[in-house]
């Protein structure tokens, strides 16, 4: 339930009232930047955050029912991060990235950051997508299992499968090149 006063201030917000708009906006910041933190990948918070206040700007005059307001809020920034989320996956490293890293603005990538870019490289598709939804983004098993279309015990062995692989290239080798990595579902 909201006080009294900021009912007032989303009211005259609502019917235009410019300075009303920006109380409204700086005092639900921080809710929405607390909310984008549990929700959004690390990088995408404070994108999150604006993109929502921005919406909120927009549209708040087509907001019903004011006493809906901070849930409405809330399903704007989800719904923005969940947005952010997705087209962040068809950014995931490929293997020509590899060849971004060494470019003329970043140092060549040396001993484990190197080798651990050069097994996600190797890594199948969908084995490098997993990893970095789970190790690197920090997805939870049912937002994998959702966003993949899969079972959350499927995912759990993908995961599972794709961390051996990964183990796989990173052991240390009698010879100086990497094994094949077998692409078995």
């Known amino acids: 339930m909201q006080e009294p006063a900021f009912q007032q201030t989303l009211q005259a917000a609502r019917d235009g009232d410019r300075h009303a708009l920006e109380k409204v906006l700086l005092r639900s910041r921080q809710d929405l930047r607390r909310y984008a933190e549990y929700?959004?990948?690390?990088?995408?918070?404070?994108?999150?955050?604006?993109?929502?206040?921005?919406?909120?700007?927009?549209?708040?005059?087509?907001?019903?029912?004011?006493?809906?307001?901070?849930?409405?809020?809330?399903?704007?920034?989800?719904?923005?991060?969940?947005?952010?989320?997705?087209?962040?996956?068809?950014?995931?490293?490929?293997?020509?990235?590899?060849?971004?890293?060494?470019?003329?603005?970043?140092?060549?990538?040396?001993?484990?950051?190197?080798?651990?870019?050069?097994?996600?490289?190797?890594?199948?598709?969908?084995y490098r997508e997993i990893i970095l939804l789970r190790d690197l983004e920090g997805w939870t098993i049912a937002e994998i299992a959702k966003e993949l279309s899969l079972h959350p015990e499927a995912a759990k062995a993908r995961i599972h499968r794709a961390r051996g692989l990964a183990r796989q290239y990173l052991a240390p080798q009698d010879e100086p090149h990497m094994p094949a990595i077998q692409a078995s579902r």
């Open 39 to 126: 929700h959004c990948s690390v990088n995408d918070v404070e994108d999150a955050v604006q993109e929502s206040l921005l919406l909120v700007s927009r549209k708040l005059g087509s907001l019903r029912a004011l006493e809906a307001y901070t849930s409405w809020l809330f399903r704007i920034v989800k719904r923005e991060c969940n947005r952010l989320k997705r087209a962040g996956r068809h950014l995931l490293m490929q293997p020509a990235d590899l060849e971004e890293i060494e470019g003329p603005h970043y140092p060549p990538p040396t001993g484990l950051v190197r080798d651990i870019a050069a097994v996600l490289a190797a890594l199948p598709t969908h």
